[in-house]
């Protein structure tokens, strides 16, 4: 793998690390959604914290995700649910990310990326990367050797730095 390959995963890596939340932040996010500090956070707790955020929800909305989260049935989140919940939706939010940065280096939308497709994207970033640096990341990630990039095979390049 080339030294331009190397950086490329090695960007991709942080950017992944920096959206990542740490236990100790997300209790300290919990402990102030938990206003009356019971160890719960309620749906009026929790609709009250998210509409301060400017976030324009109803209760029943509030509702609807405490409960995807309640894995206790109890009505009320605790902290495990909480952290189970935000690690969803942030897999959920990378998910849509990773569309997004598939669907900027598909240039003709086909569902496809070309090594030109990628050496033009690359291109408008800054980067210049060589002919050989180009067959290098293809080479890694066009496992069925058909010379396009398949959304999975962007997805498992981009993931195998995990």
């Known amino acids: 793998t080339s030294p331009y390959h190397k950086q490329?995963?090695?960007?991709?890596?942080?950017?992944?690390?920096?959206?990542?939340?740490?236990?100790?932040?997300?209790?300290?996010?919990?402990?102030?959604?938990?206003?009356?500090?019971?160890?719960?956070?309620?749906?009026?707790?929790?609709?009250?914290?998210?509409?301060?955020?400017?976030?324009?929800?109803?209760?029943?909305?509030?509702?609807?995700?405490?409960?995807?989260?309640?894995?206790?049935?109890?009505?009320?989140?605790?902290l495990e649910e909480f952290i189970a919940m935000v690690h969803a939706e942030q897999k959920a939010s990378e998910d849509e990310d990773m569309k997004k940065a598939f669907q900027m280096f598909d240039k003709n939308g086909d569902g496809s990326i070309t090594k030109a497709e990628l050496k033009e994207v690359l291109k408008a970033m800054g980067d210049c990367p060589s002919n050989e640096e180009i067959t290098a990341m293809f080479k890694d990630a066009d496992k069925d050797g058909n010379k396009r990039i398949t959304f999975e095979e962007f997805k498992s390049m981009i993931e195998m730095v995990d």
């Open 8 to 78: 490329w995963y090695q960007r991709r890596v942080r950017e992944v690390l920096d959206m990542s939340l740490s236990r100790e932040s997300l209790k300290k996010v919990f402990e102030s959604f938990d206003l009356d500090g019971n160890g719960y956070v309620s749906v009026q707790e929790l609709g009250n914290c998210l509409k301060s955020l400017g976030q324009d929800i109803s209760e029943d909305e509030v509702r609807d995700l405490i409960n995807a989260s309640d894995m206790d049935a109890d009505g009320k989140m605790d």
